[in-house]
């Protein structure tokens, strides 16, 4: 029988001589992923790129939908103040025409009023007999405004009789308001001779020619002590008029009849060359 062989002794290598290290320390093999694992690692990476993706998305749309807004901010601002100012262009027109016209229609009045002047000035001849006068105190405008205050304050006083018949005829007589109405209607009767009498001759003043200074000032200015309380209120009621009057310088009718004058002469002047 062969003698058994001798049973090699090995050498124990320490762990840490060893070149390979300890079996803990070896890297391990990488095990392949199931198709389930793959799927579901590239979901949760996508998951992770979404909120990122999302905020960068809605981040460029504020910025676009911001950088709109302000285009159209500017452009509304700027379509107003174009319509702002082509308003006051329109409003700056009408208001040169329509002063053009007036002084056009001022001009052309006055040029009436002066050839009306001459011809009722010019002595009346066979060959040019002399037209009648087509203007007179009462077709004055401060004349035809007077009556008409006139006619109110009239028909005031036809009302307050009116009410008083009608108050009267009740069982009970209101005597408190039927005196205060005849009051009333006497002070209005007062208001209206003065206010008459005053604006005549303010009137007078403004369209007669020839009066001076002192007749102005005795028909433009009585004396208040003599007055009562509503001859007081009718003067005033003409004040600035009156004072217009006093201390504008000449009057039209002043005016007018020089003018007329001058261009009499002119024409007569005319007529000799």
């Known amino acids: 029988m062969p003698p058994k062989a001798a049973k090699r002794k090995t050498k124990a290598v320490p762990k840490d001589d060893d070149p390979w290290g300890s079996p803990d320390n070896q890297p391990k093999k990488k095990s392949?992923?199931?198709?389930?694992?793959?799927?579901?690692?590239?979901?949760?990476?996508?998951?992770?790129?979404?909120?990122?993706?999302?905020?960068f998305q809605n981040w460029a749309d504020w910025q676009t939908k911001f950088e709109?807004?302000?285009?159209?901010?500017?452009?509304?601002?700027?379509?107003?103040?174009?319509?702002?100012?082509?308003?006051?262009?329109?409003e700056f027109e009408a208001l040169f025409v329509r002063s053009n016209?007036?002084?056009?229609?001022?001009?052309?009045?006055?040029?009436?009023?002066?050839?009306?002047?001459?011809?009722?000035?010019?002595?009346?001849?066979?060959?040019?007999?002399?037209?009648?006068?087509?203007?007179?105190?009462?077709?004055?405008?401060?004349?035809?405004?007077?009556?008409?205050?006139?006619?109110?304050?009239?028909?005031?006083?036809?009302?307050?009789?009116?009410?008083?018949?009608?108050?009267?005829?009740?069982?009970?007589?209101?005597d408190l308001p039927h005196e205060q109405w005849k009051k009333d209607i006497h002070m209005v009767q007062e208001l209206l001779?003065?206010?008459?009498?005053?604006?005549?001759n303010i009137v007078e003043c403004i369209v007669i020619p020839g009066s001076t200074d002192e007749g102005k000032g005795h028909l433009l200015t009585p004396d208040r002590e003599e007055l009562s309380e509503t001859g007081r209120i009718a003067v005033d009621m003409y004040r600035k008029s009156a004072e217009g009057v006093m201390k504008g310088g000449p009057t039209w009718g002043e005016m007018a009849r020089s003018q007329a004058g001058a261009f009499g002469r002119a024409l007569d002047g005319l007529a000799g060359v």
């Open 32 to 55: 392949r992923l199931s198709a389930a694992q793959a799927e579901k690692l590239v979901d949760d990476k996508h998951h992770a790129e979404r909120p990122v993706i999302s905020q």
């Open 68 to 90: 709109e807004k302000e285009r159209s901010d500017k452009r509304q601002f700027g379509d107003a103040f174009k319509r702002n100012i082509e308003a006051k262009q329109d």
């Open 193 to 200: 001779l003065y206010g008459r009498q005053h604006g005549e």
């Open 101 to 174: 016209d007036e002084l056009n229609n001022m001009g052309n009045k006055y040029v009436k009023l002066i050839q009306d002047s001459y011809v009722e000035s010019s002595p009346a001849s066979k060959s040019n007999p002399k037209p009648q006068a087509t203007k007179s105190r009462q077709d004055h405008p401060l004349f035809k405004a007077g009556q008409h205050i006139l006619q109110k304050c009239h028909k005031l006083i036809a009302d307050h009789d009116e009410t008083n018949d009608k108050a009267t005829q009740g069982s009970t007589r209101p």
